[in-house]
C-alpha cells in the first residue's frame, strides 16, 4: 500500500496497533538497492507490520549539496517494497512533512540537534546542520508511525549512533537495530550515490574498503598505533582521490581513540569523481 498523507498511515498503524502488532519501520530516501533489502528483509523477520519511508529530506542537505539531483525511483522502489511483502510504504512530498513551502528555515521549523560532541566531527564537520535535519526528520517519522523498531544501516554509522543516542535522551519507547553494510562484489559498500560513478569511478572507490580492510588486517597483526595504521592508507590513495577523513573513534560513543582497540570504529570518507562516499568497519571484529 502506498500512502501519501501522514493522516493515512496513523489510521493504518492505528488498526495495527488495535490488534497488537508489532511494527517496524526503515526510514529512505528511495532508490533503494540490496542494501536498504537487507535492512526491510530483518524487520520482516522481527515485526508483524513494516513501514518503509521514501523521502528525500531536503532540511539534511546543505545548499551546495545534491539534493535537487539526488536520484528519485518512487515506481521502482514501489514494486520492490511490494515484493519484500511491505504493508505500508510511506512518501510524503515536502510540503506533507513540513508544511507550505516543503523547506522551512531555522527561523519556522522545530529542529531536533544532536548534543554537539556528538556532530562536531566526521561527516558532521564538513556538512553543517546535516545531522539536525537527519534527527528532525527521523523523530518526525517515529511520530507518525509509532513503530516498535527502527532499522538503520551501519554504513552511515555516525548516523546510528546519534539516533540511538536521541532514542534513548528522549525516551523513544523504539530498539534501534542496526544492520551490516551490504557491499558489491568487489567490496564497494552500496550506495545510492554510486550512480553517479562511472565505471571507472567504481573501481577508483574500491580504495574505501581497501584501505578499511588493510587497517583491520594490519591491527589484527598487533599494531594499535593510529599514526602508524592511518599512513597505511596512502598506499591506495592517489589523485583521484580527494580525502576528507580518515578516523578513529569509540564504536558507541564516537569519543576519539588514542589506540587502536577492539571497542575501534574506522570510518572514511573520500571525493570520487566528485561524489562523496563513506565507509567503516569495525576492527576487532
Known amino acids: 500500500m502506498l500512502l501519501n498523507k501522514i493522516c493515512d498511515v496513523r489510521d493504518a498503524v492505528r488498526e495495527w496497533k ?11 530516501m528511495g532508490a533503494l538497492h540490496e542494501g536498504h533489502l537487507s535492512l526491510i528483509k530483518k524487520a520482516k523477520e522481527t515485526c508483524d507490520k513494516v513501514v518503509v519511508s ?47 513551502g ?16 556528538y556532530v562536531n566531527k566526521l561527516c558532521g564537520k564538513s556538512r553543517v546542520g546535516h ?3 537527519v534527527c528532525t526528520v527521523v523523530l518526525k517519522l517515529f511520530n507518525i508511525v509509532q513503530p516498535d523498531f527502527g532499522f538503520f544501516g551501519q554504513k552511515d554509522a555516525q548516523q546510528v549512533i546519534i539516533i540511538k543516542k536521541i532514542v534513548k535522551d528522549l525516551n523513544f519507547p523504539i530498539e534501534i537495530i542496526q544492520c551490516p553494510i551490504v557491499r558489491e562484489n568487489s567490496g564497494l559498500a552500496l550506495s545510492s550515490r554510486n550512480k553517479y560513478l562511472s565505471e571507472n569511478g567504481k573501481q577508483d572507490a574500491l580504495a574505501l574498503s581497501l584501505i578499511l580492510n588493510n587497517i583491520k588486517s594490519c591491527y589484527k597483526k598487533g599494531i594499535t598505533d593510529i599514526v602508524a595504521l592511518k599512513e597505511t592508507a596512502y598506499a591506495f590513495l592517489n589523485e583521484k582521490h580527494e580525502l576528507e577523513y580518515l578516523e578513529f573513534v569509540d564504536k558507541n560513543t564516537l569519543e576519539d581513540k588514542l589506540k587502536a582497540d577492539d571497542d ?22
Open 102 to 117: 516543503g523547506r522551512l528555515s531555522n527561523d519556522t521549523l522545530t529542529y531536533v540537534c544532536p548534543p554537539f560532541f
Open 54 to 100: 521514501v523521502f528525500v529530506n531536503p532540511i539534511q542537505f546543505g545548499p551546495a549539496e545534491d539534493y535537487d539531483k539526488y536520484p528519485r525511483t518512487l515506481e521502482k522502489d514501489y514494486e520492490l517494497c511490494s515484493k519484500e511483502g511491505v504493508d505500508v510504504v510511506f512518501a510524503p512530498n515536502p510540503e506533507e512533512m513540513y508544511g507550505e
Open 131 to 133: 545531522f539536525d535535519g
Open 18 to 28: 488495535q490488534k497488537e502488532f508489532k511494527v517496524g519501520i526503515v526510514p529512505t
Open 264 to 285: 575501534t570504529l574506522v570510518l572514511i570518507a573520500c571525493r570520487v569523481e566528485g561524489v562523496r562516499l563513506i565507509d567503516n568497519t569495525y576492527i576487532g571484529v
